[in-house]
């Protein structure tokens, strides 16, 4: 599954493997508006991400945004892939996404 979460006490991880596309945007979306509403921390691993698309990147950043506006921290990590698409796309910003060398 390309999209898992993990929940405890103090906080949440969200797990995005393989191709993170439309098609998981959907679920991807639930999980995040939860974890919203927990008021968690939230570790974004996306280490495993081979392709990550433009609907994906708009919902992590959104996601961020507002967790930054409610005090909810957001840590991730990145592949190259995911780093690579994110900045290409205008959204390195979104944490857990270092910005590749060129």
């Given at each position: 599954?390309?999209?898992?979460?993990?929940?405890?006490?103090?906080?949440?991880?969200?797990s995005l493997?393989?191709?993170?596309?439309?098609?998981?945007?959907?679920?991807?979306?639930?999980?995040?508006?939860?974890?919203?509403?927990?008021?968690?921390?939230?570790?974004?691993?996306?280490?495993?991400?081979?392709?990550?698309?433009?609907?994906?990147?708009?919902?992590?950043?959104?996601?961020?945004?507002?967790?930054?506006?409610?005090?909810?921290?957001?840590?991730?990590?990145?592949?190259?892939?995911?780093?690579?698409?994110?900045?290409?796309?205008?959204?390195?910003?979104?944490?857990?996404?270092?910005?590749?060398?060129?």
């Amino acid at each position: 599954m390309p999209v898992t979460l993990h929940r405890d006490e103090a906080r949440w991880r969200i797990s995005l493997d393989g191709q993170i596309t439309l098609t998981s945007a959907a679920e991807l979306k639930k999980l995040l508006l939860e974890w919203l509403a927990a008021g968690k921390d939230l570790d974004l691993e996306l280490e495993r991400a081979e392709e990550i698309d433009l609907t994906i990147l708009q919902l992590l950043w959104a996601a961020a945004r507002e967790g930054a506006r409610t005090g909810a921290e957001i840590v991730g990590r990145a592949s190259p892939a995911a780093a690579i698409a994110a900045r290409d796309s205008g959204f390195a910003g979104i944490p857990g996404f270092p910005v590749p060398a060129e």
